[in-house]
């Protein structure tokens, strides 16, 4: 065994989707004289690509999700249920809510994003339907369906959502139709504000006009070229222009870095993420690394958790190549990545740079890729 990889102390911090592949690396081929320990607020981490089915109605809360405590036990890990509060790159320590510290020799972050709250100008403004955390998404939505619940027959809801992605659109429309479905005695009129003149920015005209066409047939009105910035009495904010009436506010805009980042000694750009270098190693932060939509690669990346998968092989191995002292190697992200959006009618557009394509084919699909991916991270039967 290697001098220089005996008692390294690897602690990472976060339950994303990269570090689970990290885990499952390390379960399958153990890294002798490494002790590998796991900072995240919960055992259950949620699979991105799957919420939307979830708040659809078609998958259980479960089924969403990754048991990091489980994948930690299989790799030999110790895994401490806390969030993360302060980390020094420096003084090769991580602290705890609890007011603990961790010492590491390495450390990884894969955290996620969180998102800019809209500021609030009244006192009875919209029920705010945040999407980000993933995290704190069951407790919100919980909250939000019993708000619904209350409802007056025949009363009519105003849903306006901000943010023009794959997951602002997806998840409006996951939400629609899992509130229709609730309450088919209330009328649930739906507004989509975004930023830019297209949705879905990267992509090619057929799957952009294939989403359009799905959001018009959820009765979806579009607002393109318009920026969401707060919320008022009963109303959605712009830069510019008359607020939007709404009663309730899906926010998908805004994604930034945690704030007790902020305090660290690490590279963060200007929204807050981790910068990182095309080795996943933190800028001027030797044996601390990133990923996933907390990190800020030298070229820009989406938010998209399909990301953080296809980086979590080369993070785990270049962990491994740090442990041992051996030279690290870059990461190149996908050209193209295949994304899936669910349209919350059992349908699915399936966009791959320019060629886009949908239908039920394409949720069945969708489906499968999430429930494999799911399931060979967790160890066990879901439950």
């Not at 088919?184 to 830019?196: C, E, K, Q, Y």
């Not at 979590?312 to 994304?339: H, Q, T, Y």
Request: aromatic share 6%; with cysteine.
């Amino acid at each position: 065994m290697n001098a220089e990889a005996a008692h390294k102390e690897l602690v990472l911090i976060g339950g994303g989707h990269a570090h689970a592949l990290v885990l499952d690396a390390f379960a399958r081929r153990p890294e002798p004289g490494v002790r590998l320990s796991v900072i995240s607020e919960s055992a259950l981490a949620a699979y991105s690509g799957r919420v939307p089915a979830w708040l659809a109605g078609e998958c259980t809360l479960r089924e969403t999700q990754i048991d990091v405590a489980a994948l930690c036990r299989r790799a030999g890990a110790r895994f401490i249920q806390r969030r993360a509060t302060a980390f020094s790159a420096a003084g090769r320590e991580v602290t705890l809510e609890s007011g603990e510290w961790l010492g590491f020799d390495l450390a990884s972050i894969n955290v996620g994003a969180t998102l800019e709250p809209p500021r609030q100008t009244a006192k009875t403004p919209p029920c705010l339907l945040a999407l980000r955390p993933l995290a704190g998404l069951p407790t919100r939505w919980q909250a939000l369906c019993a708000r619904v619940d209350a409802l007056a027959p025949g009363s009519r809801q105003r849903v306006v959502s901000a943010g023009g992605g794959a997951a602002g659109c997806e998840t409006l429309l996951a939400v629609l139709a899992a509130l229709r479905a609730r309450r088919p005695d209330v009328t649930f009129d739906a507004t989509l504000i975004n930023a830019g003149q297209t949705l879905l920015l990267g992509t090619g005209r057929l799957p952009r006009t294939l989403l359009v066409h799905a959001l018009k047939r959820a009765g979806v009105a579009l607002r393109p070229g318009v920026r969401a910035s707060g919320l008022g009495e009963e109303t959605v904010l712009l830069e510019q222009g008359a607020p939007v009436p709404a009663d309730i506010v899906l926010w998908a805009t805004g994604a930034a870095g945690h704030d007790w980042l902020e305090e660290s000694d690490l590279a963060l750009d200007a929204r807050g993420f981790i910068e990182v270098e095309k080795n996943l190693e933190a800028r001027g932060a030797p044996g601390v690394f990133a990923a996933g939509d907390g990190a800020a690669f030298p070229t820009a990346l989406p938010k998209a958790g399909v990301y953080a998968v296809r980086a979590g092989p080369v993070l785990a191995d270049n962990l491994r190549r740090a442990c041992r002292g051996e030279p690290l190697r870059d990461w190149r992200p996908p050209r193209r990545v295949l994304s899936l959006i669910g349209t919350g009618d059992g349908r699915a557009v399936a966009a791959y740079g320019p060629l886009g394509a949908g239908g039920r084919w394409a949720w069945r699909w969708k489906a499968r890729i999430d429930g494999r991916f799911i399931a060979r991270l967790n160890p066990g039967p879901i439950r």
